[in-house]
């Protein structure tokens, strides 16, 4: 397993920004998709965004156009810009690391974000 550490997490009102950072140690992420999910208790994981280790990206289309992924393989960390958020956003964020965006092995012990209305 691939340690993982999420932070940037908090609470925010409505229209507010947070920046979510995914720290990789013990491994580098060069190769790796990055990826961020979100759960809200008693629902499903659901996917948020990934960037592949060519920064191709893909969005969920709930967060399409408010939320940016990106990545510094220098850092060995990956970063989930924020913007415009909702109450709807309101959910634990996990980042996750795979050979592809088919499959995650790796995973965070998940940042809780808060969007009060």
């Known amino acids: 397993q691939v340690p993982l550490v999420e932070s940037g997490g908090g609470l925010v009102q409505t229209g507010g920004s947070l920046r979510l950072s995914c720290v990789v140690s013990?491994?580098?992420?060069?190769?790796?998709?990055m990826a961020w999910f979100r759960q809200v208790p008693g629902k499903e994981r659901e996917f948020v965004a990934h960037i592949t280790a060519n920064s191709g990206t893909n969005y969920a289309d709930s967060v399409k156009g408010r939320f940016t992924i990106s990545r510094d393989n220098t850092k060995n960390a990956g970063y989930l810009q924020m913007s415009s958020l909702k109450p709807e956003d309101t959910a634990v964020y996990y980042c996750a690391l795979g050979w592809t965006s088919a499959k995650y092995d790796h995973w965070g012990q998940g940042t809780q974000v808060t969007v009060a209305s």
């Open positions: 013990g491994r580098t992420i060069n190769f790796y998709t």
